[in-house]
């Protein structure tokens, strides 16, 4: 399973963008890219999905490179309730999918 | 929006105690999980579930864990001799199919053990 390395924390004001990187040099040919939210005491919430390229939705935006050994989830315009943890998962495309979380980028949305 | 429901929300059991935890999977889904979250840390897969049978499980899911589907809509982990370290959030989770699909996530259940 491929690993995957991201910002500890991050801060931002509302109104802005944030851009959150995470690199996942080992990614396998079959693995996707799917990004999850979570608020204290909730399950984690799947906000976007990506193979290669650029997958935009209602949420957000995530940027992949065509090495695919990193990928950028970009939330546009955050607001206070985006502060959250948000972590970036590697999986296969087939089989039982042992989900890995890692440990996540906490990120703090300040008025 | 169909979602998935877990059961108790909170429960405080005596070490050395069986607990089950309950989960109800969004009805069409056919894959099911369970995670842990100490306070604190990070998100821990422990069981994936297929068919009627484990189709992963990680080092963390010992013999005193098991998970059983006991009719058409419950999923349950049982944990048998709890221990104080077993203190977490538990959270079951089900997708539709395998692999990439989404994984839809309960509200979890806040486990003590004292």
């Known amino acids: 399973l491929a690993k995957t390395t991201q910002p500890i924390s991050m801060d931002s004001y509302e109104g802005q963008e944030v851009n959150i990187t995470c690199s996942h040099n080992?990614?396998?040919?079959?693995?996707?890219i799917t990004w999850y939210q979570q608020f204290p005491s909730q399950g984690p919430r799947f906000i976007i999905q990506?193979?290669?390229t650029k997958v935009t939705n209602e949420v957000a935006s995530l940027f992949i490179p065509a090495d695919r050994k990193s990928s950028t989830l970009s939330l546009p315009r955050v607001s206070l309730s985006d502060t959250a943890v948000y972590y970036c998962?590697?999986?296969?495309?087939?089989?039982?999918?042992?989900?890995?979380f890692g440990a996540g980028t906490r990120l703090f949305v300040k008025a | 929006e169909p979602e998935v429901t877990q059961t108790p929300s909170h429960q405080v059991t005596q070490m050395g105690q069986e607990v089950i935890l309950r989960c109800v999977p969004i009805?069409?889904?056919?894959?099911f999980y369970w995670y842990r979250q100490i306070l604190g840390q990070k998100v821990e897969f422990l069981v994936s579930?297929?068919?009627?049978?484990?189709?992963?499980k990680s080092e963390i899911f010992d013999d005193q864990f098991s998970v059983e589907r006991p009719d058409g809509s419950n999923f349950t982990l049982k944990i048998r001799s709890t221990k104080l370290e077993d203190s977490a959030m538990y959270f079951c989770?089900?997708?539709?199919?395998?692999?990439?699909?989404?994984?839809?996530f309960g509200p979890g259940t806040r486990l003590l053990v004292l």
């Open positions: 989770a089900s997708t539709e199919g395998q692999g990439k699909e989404t994984q839809y």
């Open positions: 080992n990614i396998a040919t079959n693995d996707y």
């Open positions: 990506g193979y290669k």
């Open positions: 998962l590697v999986g296969d495309s087939t089989g039982g999918f042992k989900t890995i």
């Open positions: 009805s069409n889904h056919l894959y």
């Open positions: 579930f297929y068919n009627n049978e484990i189709s992963e």
